[in-house]
């Protein structure tokens, strides 16, 4: 299974998908928009560049992130289909459970 799950499984990480999705946005404006430290805010970003759910921009002495928006597309493509191969499992398990049962 992918890292997907462990990135959207934090909060946090799913605010900042959420707001850079929308325009760029520094390290110091998302601190901003958290109650968390600039440190915490920072692992967040680097686990999020690292998964590469977004890009990064530098001007000057400042970072700009926006979501990678074709990346993450595809990561959730491979979730979705991870998804559906375990339901399409437990369906057919299923039928077999209640066909052998009649």
């Not at 934090?10 to 325009?23: H, N, S």
């Not at 530098?58 to 979501?67: D, Q, S």
């Amino acid at each position: 299974m992918t890292h997907f799950y462990r990135v959207l499984a934090d909060e946090t990480r799913r605010k900042i998908l959420a707001l850079t999705a929308q325009r760029e946005y520094t390290q110091a404006e998302l601190v901003s928009l958290f109650d968390v430290s600039q440190p915490a805010i920072k692992k967040h970003l680097d686990l999020l560049l690292k998964e590469q759910l977004l890009h990064e921009r530098k001007e000057g002495r400042y970072r700009y992130y926006k979501l990678h928006l074709d990346n993450f597309k595809d990561k959730k493509a491979e979730v979705e289909q991870e998804l559906n191969q375990i339901l399409k499992q437990k369906l057919v398990d299923l039928k077999s459970y209640l066909e052998e049962g009649y």
